[in-house]
């Protein structure tokens, strides 16, 4: 079945560092949606991408999604102490699948 | 509106009981679905709905029943708790089947089974 493989699975960073995190899928996707889980919370929609080599910005992050559509990137520039919890990809089949189907996270800690 | 929302926030159960997780939204989705989360696993899919008496299995559904009878409320069954049934239960919801509407969290039940 689908799998949705996401690198890293922790990352510890200064305050003011980059981060990113990658998300890569075992077929191709029609969509991927983006979620952040802050720590004690529930998973909380950021973006969407459809399009082929779709590029969004959200102020300091930038999501990708690839050409072939199996793998997808999110990028934060200059973290700040907010942007700590788990981010979530989570990819969407072909072919009318309804079942969305979610990477293990990245835990993004930041350091003060 | 009040969204998604989950009761109870915190069980616990021994081995062998049954209970049923709560789950409601007030948005109108066609689409629910209930998520289990452990340390590491990410999120993997119990059970889902496309609309109201439609239903069908996720990732991991051995262990648990659900059903839909109306278009507000999705509850998951535990027939016979289990030690590795212990984990955080999610129930979301989005608008629509097509596949390109977020999906909307409830704040996420705590199970602990002994």
Known sequence: GQQVMQIPQYQHVQEGEDFTTYCNSSTTLSNIQWYKQRPGGHPVFLIQLVKSGEVKKQKRLTFQFGEAKKNSSL???ATQTTDVGTY???GRGQGGSEKLVFGKGTKLTVNP | NAGVTQTPKFQVLKTGQSMTLQCAQDMNHEY???YRQDPGMGLRLIHYSVG???TDQGEVPNGY????STTEDFPLRLL???PSQTS???CASSYSTSGRYEQYF???TRLTVT
């Open chain 2, 65 to 68: 029943n659900v059903s839909r």
């Open chain 2, 106 to 108: 409830g704040p996420g």
């Open chain 1, 88 to 90: 979530f990809c989570a």
């Open chain 1, 75 to 77: 990028h934060i520039t």
């Open chain 2, 88 to 90: 955080v239960y999610f």
């Open chain 2, 80 to 82: 016979s708790a289990a």
């Open chain 2, 52 to 54: 109201a008496g439609i």
């Open chain 2, 32 to 34: 629910m679905s209930w």
